[in-house]
């Protein structure tokens, strides 16, 4: 079973938390918000992006990576397509 089934409480509850954060900014940009508090904003968005990328992140290494993980052969192919995403996301 995938890591972000078994915790997919958590997991939504940040992407809900992201959400809200988005429509915030959403609303603050309609409403001519000052540009500091729209960058703030953006800046807390950006953070809890991270947050969720790295818990993700994570509990893939620890489950498809760990001691009980497929062939050496599998793994590399794991690395390179983790590779690929951070390269990706980092952009």
């Not at 309609?30 to 729209?38: L, R, V």
């Not at 993700?56 to 001691?67: N, Q, T």
């Amino acid at each position: 079973m995938a890591h972000t089934t078994t915790d997919q409480k958590p997991l939504l509850a940040r992407v809900r938390r992201i959400k809200g954060q988005t429509e915030a900014l959403e609303r603050a940009l309609e409403s001519g918000t000052e540009c500091m508090a729209i960058l703030q904003q953006i800046a807390a968005i950006r953070g809890a992006v991270n947050g969720l990328m790295s818990q993700v992140l994570e509990g893939h290494l620890r489950e498809h990576m760990g001691p009980a993980s497929d062939a050496a052969h599998d793994r590399m192919e794991d690395v390179e397509a983790i590779v690929s995403v951070l390269r990706s996301y980092m952009k």
